[in-house]
């Protein structure tokens, strides 16, 4: 049972630009472990400017176990003044894999055929050799489930946790739709861009959405483009 004043506010962000960012044209980039290029870094670290500046701190801290996303935490804390805090690396919360797309141009891959098998299959369509939406949303909601919001040892008490996840893009639209039920053909349309932030709070009524896709300690505005899903 959920304590009626137990309070989970969770920012889901998504890493910094990668390597494999920088190189669009692609259905995945070529390393699936690619690390961050000079400006993600430089985004990192505006984002944990920006938390210090409005005096964000965080009770938790979660990671995924890829190269981008941990140094998209490090550079966080390095813009918060913080860089020695710790943090957990998270297996479950990689970006969706689809080895048989690695470095295989978009028209190649998304022929129009596929986009109609793609849009047909929603959350169960499989890229070649890889896994679906629905694969990825249930590893990363059964951590989420388990390490926070039915935790009982955090969710049965008068908790107030503030909770930063550190991740990816499809993996992080799977979330939302677990968290806001919306029309899986939607799932796709979700902006995600370069360390922005998407927040939630759950508590004994359930999930409230505070935003969705906030990047506004970057110069630019969201791009919401197709090559920035990855």
Not at 50 to 77: M, Y
Request: one cysteine or more; hydrophobic letters at 35%.
């Amino acid at each position: 049972m959920i304590h009626k004043d137990f309070n989970c506010d969770i920012y889901f962000i998504r890493h910094g630009e990668s390597e494999s960012n920088a190189t669009p044209g692609l259905a995945a980039g070529i390393n699936f472990d690619a690390p961050l290029t000079k400006l993600g870094h430089e985004q990192a670290k505006l984002l944990g400017k920006r938390f210090k500046n409005e005096k964000i701190g965080f009770d938790k801290v979660f990671s995924s176990t890829l190269t981008r996303a941990i140094q998209t935490t490090e550079n966080i804390f390095t813009g918060m003044d913080n860089p020695n805090n710790s943090f957990q690396k998270i297996p479950e919360i990689i970006e969706q894999q689809i080895p048989g797309w690695r470095g295989v141009p978009t028209e190649e891959a998304y022929t129009d055929d596929t986009m109609t098998y793609i849009m047909e299959k929603g959350r169960d369509f499989v890229g070649p050799d890889g896994e679906s939406i629905r694969e990825v949303q249930k590893r990363a909601t059964n951590w989420l489930e388990d390490e926070l919001i039915y935790n009982r040892k955090l969710c049965s008490n008068p908790t107030s946790l503030k909770v930063a996840i550190i991740g990816h893009g499809n993996t992080m639209r799977s979330i939302f739709h677990y968290i806001m039920g919306f029309d899986q053909r939607l799932i796709y349309k979700i902006g995600v861009d370069n360390t922005s932030i998407s927040r939630f709070i759950f508590n004994s009524k359930g999930w409230s959405v505070v935003c969705l896709n906030d990047n506004s300690h970057l110069k630019t505005g969201p791009s919401g483009t197709f090559e920035a899903r990855s």
